[in-house]
């Protein structure tokens, strides 16, 4: 596996440094490294770095590349250094064996989640057979092509005003930056996203709740490595990359929001700049991973300011909590009633009932496959230490959350108002709604790894007298390396096995449906060498014909299913194959100028044969004025002549 994926050294090498180049450099102005909580939010900084230079680069005139992240990277750094130095740090640092202990944890994750997803990704340049990798792979290809990844001219492929563009705009220096090809560079910044983003952001979550304790940092790494739920499973269904990368980056925008529950003066204005910053990155990812962070991020700051209300017993503190809790409820009300997605992008029907629903969403199995035992048990261990310990019930509220917003949108009717209100702006999709239960389930998980700890430190000390001198040096590291290898095997149970099958599946050439298949992969190879750059080609996009852009850099009619079209294209799209009979046809390709027509067949990505529109550019035959060029199996190049 690992010699098919040298190819995609280099470029996953540099899209892992671009996500921790510019992060850390404003850690490292603004805080220092001596608390390991902001180093492992870097990443996310990086990310939201990356997305707003990509949408201010072409207001002052310059091309997408490395110069407007080292502009704003510089900015950033000084701001946070001036913030720094008003802050007056007095925070007790993280303990060297903690810092070791994370980063050592962090890099095992990184590890694990190469190699899970290299075998998910089948090869480097494999390409996800699913729906919405259309517009993805079209709208890098657009972004390279025009120097341009801001949020404004990434939509142009799909007629939008905008389109969420913090994964393009890594993926896409990713791809400039090394050469690689479109899938590679996709597959690249993909891997590095999930290696690096993702059990960051769940260290620095734990890190936060749990005050930096090395058995945090330990379970939190092993448990980013644990489920299928995500990151698994947003490159199976859709894809959804940009909503891949929104997710990655919630749990670090909850860490900086509870490490401001404690923070006073210049250290809450700079935690509170810094959310901002998060918040606008995780919004240019996806904006639903916005949603997410604000509802989560409220249940935390009610829970922990309710928790110091009851703790210190004061009037002023309950008089911050409410003003604290009516806010939370005010901005979520706001937001879900602006996030509102159509009525027919959001009637994904339920598929179990609500006992079912409850039980996969509890042990975060919500696919249907059986769950692992270690994380049934630890879930269990979670519960009993927050009943024991009723001040680290904040830790579960989101949790509950994502549980109960699990059940409403996989087991309740299309049409429940409740289910309505609360999951629209996820699209009523159970997919989107579950891939949010393993990063509010791991803190949970944490807290019962932590009580396990704990139970078993104090038995050892117990013990400890009744020990030879000699016992004790060998017994101790043994019992920890063998409990950070049984929380590692989390990383083979069955929550994330069947999801990366499935993932894999989607990847491959023999997929239940495709978007291209191996004979039409190999016809676009051959596309440089036969068509002009300057040619265009017209053909059905829901066969897999529009992706000659992307895959070949030949330009397009259409880029993306859902494209507007013109009224020549619709008449092409419907007409083209009487191009010998109707004079009408040859009047229109002349206006739109088209050279080619690619037909790739009428079986179509949704896995019918139904041409919808169109049937004029599909199983064509050649005749006097369209001349086979080039085939692969069922898959032809014709070239329009004679118009």
């Known amino acids: 596996m690992f010699e098919v994926w040298a190819p995609a050294a280099v470029p996953t090498l540099v899209a892992t440094l671009l996500l921790l180049g510019p992060g850390l450099i404003v850690v490292w102005a603004g805080w220092g490294m001596r608390r390991i909580g902001p180093v492992l939010s870097a990443p996310a900084l990086s990310v939201a770095i990356y997305a707003g230079s990509a949408v201010i680069a072409p207001w002052f005139g310059i091309s997408w590349s490395l110069l407007m992240p080292a502009v704003v990277t510089a900015v950033a750094a000084t701001a946070a250094f001036l913030l720094g130095r008003m802050a007056q740090d007095d925070e007790v640092p993280t303990s060297k064996s903690a810092y070791l202990w994370a980063l050592g944890a962090l890099t095992m994750a990184g590890v694990i989640l190469v190699t899970q997803f290299a075998y998910a990704f089948v090869g480097p340049e494999a390409i996800a057979q699913r729906f919405d990798n259309i517009l993805h792979l079209n709208a890098l290809q657009h972004a390279l092509e025009t120097r341009n990844a801001s949020a404004f001219n990434v939509g142009k492929i799909a007629d939008v005003s905008f389109y969420p563009n913090a994964w393009h705009s890594l993926a896409t220096l990713t791809a400039?930056?090394?050469g690689a090809d479109v899938p590679t560079a996709v597959n690249a910044a993909n891997i590095a996203i999930v290696a690096t983003i993702w059990p960051a952001s769940n260290l620095a979550l734990a890190g936060a709740l749990f005050r930096d304790r090395a058995s945090a940092f330990v379970t939190a790494a092993a448990l980013s490595t644990a489920f299928g739920a995500f990151p698994a499973l947003f490159f199976d269904w859709g894809v959804l990359y940009p909503n891949a990368l929104g997710y990655a980056l919630i749990p670090a925008v909850l860490a900086v929001v509870v490490r401001m529950m404690s923070a006073r003066g210049w250290r809450l204005i700079r935690d509170v700049l810094l959310i901002l910053v998060l918040t606008a990155g995780t919004t240019l990812a996806h904006p639903n991973a916005l949603l997410a962070a604000v509802l989560f991020g409220s249940l935390l700051t009610i829970g922990i300011t309710v928790r110091s209300a009851i703790e210190q017993s004061a009037r002023r503190t309950w008089i911050r909590a409410g003003i604290i809790a009516v806010a939370a409820v005010i901005a979520c009300i706001t937001l879900w009633s602006y996030a509102r997605t159509s009525a027919e992008h959001s009637r994904w029907p339920p598929y179990q009932n609500i006992p079912q629903a409850i039980g996969s969403g509890l042990v975060i199995s919500p696919s249907g496959h059986a769950p692992t035992i270690l994380i049934v048990l630890l879930l269990l261990a979670g519960f009993i230490a927050i009943a024991r310990q009723p001040r680290l019930l904040p830790v579960a509220l989101p949790f509950i959350a994502s549980v109960a917003l699990f059940v409403l949108v996989s087991a309740f009717p299309v049409n429940h108002p409740l289910r309505i209100a609360l999951t629209n702006p996820w699209y009523s999709d159970p997919n989107r709604i579950a891939a949010l239960l393993p990063m509010t389930a791991i803190p949970v998980l944490t807290a019962g790894a932590i009580w396990a700890v704990d139970m078993a430190s104090a038995r050892l000390s117990r013990m400890r007298a009744a020990m030879f001198e000699g016992t004790r040096r060998i017994l101790i590291p043994v019992a920890t390396a063998i409990?950070?290898?049984?929380?590692?095997?989390?990383?083979?149970?069955?929550?994330?096995?069947?999801?990366?099958?499935?993932?894999?599946a989607a990847y491959t050439d023999d997929a239940e449906y495709s978007i291209v298949s191996a004979d039409e992969r190999a016809l676009l190879a051959r596309l440089p060498g036969i068509?002009?750059?300057?040619?265009?080609?017209?053909?059905?996009?829901?066969?897999?014909?529009?992706?000659?852009?992307?895959l070949a850099g030949r330009h397009v009619t259409e880029m993306h299913i859902f494209g507007t079209l013109s009224s020549d294209e619709r008449f092409l799209n419907a007409h083209l194959r009487e191009i010998d009979d109707d004079p009408a046809v040859c009047e229109a390709i002349n206006r739109l100028d088209v050279d080619y027509v690619l037909d790739f067949g009428s079986f179509d990505v949704s896995g019918?044969?139904?041409?919808?529109?169109?049937?004029?550019?599909v199983d064509l035959s050649p005749s006097s004025r369209l001349s086979l060029v080039d085939a692969e199996g069922d898959a032809r190049l014709?070239?329009?002549?004679?118009?």
């Open 176 to 178: 400039s930056l090394t």
């Open 483 to 504: 409990c950070f290898i049984l929380l590692f095997t989390v990383a083979f149970g069955n929550s994330v096995r069947g999801p990366l099958s499935s993932a894999r």
């Open 531 to 550: 068509v002009p750059q300057e040619a265009l080609l017209i053909g059905s996009p829901r066969t897999g014909a529009s992706l000659a852009y992307a």
């Open 608 to 617: 019918d044969q139904d041409p919808r529109g169109y049937s004029g550019v």
């Open 638 to 643: 014709f070239r329009v002549d004679g118009c």
